[in-house]
């Protein structure tokens, strides 16, 4: 199973270490290193534009596409994930081009993860559709899914429409995976559907607990090769606990999971890249 790592700085609430306040660019260059060379699979960052004062998910959030075109030129191998694109902010080509052109120059460590959106504010604040959003994204996934990997594309459907458009640079992935986002059973449907696997939100957010993601994925005809993210519940101390590393492993293959999106115990930031290499010397090192 691998591992990502849900990460610091880049979206920032309440509840956060005081340290976090405080941190920038060095900072998040210093955990995106670590966590590429320590063997991490992934990396998040959460996609608002703007968003009300006082939202209890926070006020913070780095724009994804900026933030990872800058960390890939300090990376090598770690793979990048926006957690989640709204799609319906967006046009399937727009998102085509501009994540494409990440995959591109990344060398194709691109991870795209995308839901509907449930912001009714931002949806008016942008002038976007919200009672439609459901229909409207599984039609841009099966664009987006037209338009990633190939210079010269055409689609047609209910709300989208291109005819021999090229996209020039595009992802060099031939097959960019698509992770869709939310926890009820028609994101997990559509994620089945249209998509390369599942990314639901962790309990305390509203996700499914382990035992009703199992429950959920039996009900369903899983895809050969598909992913499903886990998020734990609570933030995972390998230092002072390490048996919580081995119980982590174990909740998130009994839920079914095949990645698992990681946060840790940190009260600084070395406290933080120390937790990542306690982690991954128990995990990774067989």
Partial sequence: MKVGISSPIVALAGNRPEWEHRAGVAELVRVAKAADRLGYDFMTCPDHVAVPPGLPRGER?????????????????LRFLPYVLVLPFYHPLELAKRYGTLDHLSGGRLI??????????EFDLLGKPFDDRGPR???????????LSSRVVSYEGEYFSFKEMVIDPHAVQSRVPLWIGGHSMRALRRAVTLGDGWAPAPQTFRGPSPERMRQMLDSVQIPEGFDVVFTPNRRIDAIGRPEQVTELMRTAAEAGATRINLTVRHESLEHYLEQLEAFAEITFSG
């Fill in 112 to 121: 795209l993860g995308l839901g509907v959106g449930n912001l009714r504010e």
């Fill in 61 to 77: 959030f780095y724009d994804p596409l900026a933030t990872f075109s800058f960390l890939a030129a300090h990376t090598e191998r």
């Fill in 137 to 147: 994204a599984d039609d841009a996934l099966r664009a987006l899914r037209a338009a």
